[in-house]
């Protein structure tokens, strides 16, 4: 796995940055944008692909095509544009665990995510709930850990993968309580969610963009946030600090990537129409804010900055967690 320095002078490098390429980069667009998602339809996430295409689209004059690539860890989309040409018509929009968590616990692997994907924008940050059928009676996170004490190895969290947000969550809450539960890895967040509700596993994590509607209605209950305060939309729910874990931060996010041969100038370009785009009504007030994203929109270097540290910090949750490279 790379070095930090190395990261960092890739995101820094213009590989084919000669002033005739630059030139020649001032076409671009030539044919439509392909944004793959490697998560199911229907989720934060993909709302907010299209809403960043529905405004890229007029100003790059060419169509932004939304592909989803859900499953296998996200690892067969972020392997389509790990091998795509860098020529900015392929690009990546995923989650943290399909850079800075699969490389600690997939040994196979057809991609390094940071050696063959190059950043272009941390989006936002995505504070993540524990939201729970309400068959399991718990309404706070004490009644949870109390429920799966008495009945050991019978209570079920859903995921979206090894290594995702949940598993890393309820991977180290059952490491630091000694309580037993069993992993069911679904194929993208969405699915996760709606196997809560049916009551096919017990608890999952969920965005606000994902869980709102349904804690409202019932179907969910949410018992706590990981984040550093409350969040304004639901202020009932407390934080995970508040109760009594803060060492448990399954912190999530939302960048976009390229393929590590696309140019640098070229990456802050699109960082830098996707961060106008952001800030337009129909993707701000309503994908960002209501649903309670931390916004960053940044450079192509202080992402990389970002990636490094996110990098070392799963290693250590991974740990936690108990989670073994397979």
């Known amino acids: 796995m790379p070095t930090r320095r190395a990261l960092l002078a890739a995101a820094f490098a213009a590989p084919g940055i000669a002033p005739a390429s ?89 991609h390094d995510p940071l050696k063959d994907l190059a950043p272009v924008t941390h989006l936002v940050d995505v504070h993540q709930m524990v939201v729970v059928h309400p068959s399991t009676r718990a309404t706070d996170m004490a009644g949870l850990i109390a429920a799966a004490k008495a009945a050991p190895g019978r209570l079920n969290f859903g995921s979206y993968g090894i290594a995702s947000q949940p598993h890393l969550m309820f991977g180290a809450l059952m490491a630091v309580t000694g309580i037993e539960m069993v992993h069911v890895p679904y194929r993208g967040l969405t699915p996760a969610v709606l196997a809560t509700i049916a009551g096919e596993v017990q608890m999952t994590l969920a965005g606000v963009a994902s869980a709102r509607e349904h804690i409202a209605a019932g179907t969910l209950r949410a018992l706590a946030v990981g984040r550093p305060s409350r969040l304004p939309q639901l202020p009932a729910v407390p934080t995970l600090a508040e109760a009594g874990f803060p060492q448990i931060d399954p912190r999530t996010w939302f960048g976009v990537l390229a393929p590590a041969a696309t140019p640098l100038a070229l990456r802050a370009r699109i960082a830098a129409d996707i961060r106008t785009a952001m800030a337009a009504p129909a993707v701000a007030d309503r994908h960002l804010t209501p649903n309670g994203y931390t916004v960053h929109a940044s450079t192509p270097e202080a992402f990389a900055a970002f990636i490094w540290e996110d990098f070392a910090y799963k290693a250590g949750l991974i740990r936690a967690a108990g989670i073994t490279a397979s």
Do not use: C, Y
């Not at 392929?90 to 997939?106: C, D, F, K, R, Y």
């Open 22 to 110: 630059i030139r020649a980069q001032t076409g671009w667009p030539e044919r439509p944008v392909r944004l793959v998602v490697p998560f199911p339809p229907g989720g934060g996430l993909d709302a907010l692909a299209r809403a960043l295409g529905a405004e890229l689209s007029p100003v790059w004059r060419q169509p932004v095509v939304i592909d989803n690539r859900p499953g296998g860890s996200t690892v067969p989309g972020t392997d389509l544009v790990a091998k795509a040409p860098g020529d900015g018509h392929s690009l990546l929009m995923t989650a943290g665990n399909s850079i800075t968590s699969n490389p600690h616990v997939i040994t196979s692997l057809p």
